[in-house]
């Protein structure tokens, strides 16, 4: 059984950091592309930032560009992301997913894209 598990959201302040977890198990995780989405309310799930099998290729949307960054230890199952200079519109539930994909390449930004998915982290920032 496949399980994606988030860990490392709260409620931080304007500026502040925060660091994500995604713990992968039941799959042999290096064959994954891997990406964060997040969702905020009343908004529709967003493509944060994508990584590839082995993490030397990213994608992030423009918005976090420079604040925002993606890794992953293949002998951990586990993929981060550092958040830095936090800002009120990054508060949402963040969510990472996972591709199963033969190359070396990022998967694609829609959510039809990733075969698994986390139960999301909540991630509030406030001003």
């Known amino acids: 059984q496949v399980q994606l598990v988030e860990s490392g959201g709260g409620l931080v302040q304007a500026g502040d950091s925060l660091r994500l977890s995604c713990a992968a198990s039941?799959?042999?995780?290096?064959?994954?592309?891997m990406a964060w989405f997040r969702q905020a309310p009343g908004k529709e799930r967003e493509c944060v930032v994508r990584i590839n099998l082995i993490g030397d290729t990213t994608d992030y949307v423009d918005s976090v560009k420079g604040r925002f960054t993606i890794s992953r230890e293949n002998t951990k199952n586990t993929v981060y992301l550092q958040m830095n200079s936090l800002k009120p519109e990054d508060t949402a539930v963040y969510y990472c997913?996972?591709?199963?994909?033969?190359?070396?390449?990022?998967?694609?930004?829609?959510?039809?894209?990733?075969?698994?998915w986390g139960q999301g982290a909540q991630v509030t920032v406030s001003s």
């Open positions: 997913a996972a591709d199963q994909v033969r190359r070396e390449v990022i998967s694609g930004r829609t959510a039809a894209s990733y075969d698994y």
């Open positions: 039941g799959l042999i995780f290096s064959r994954y592309a």
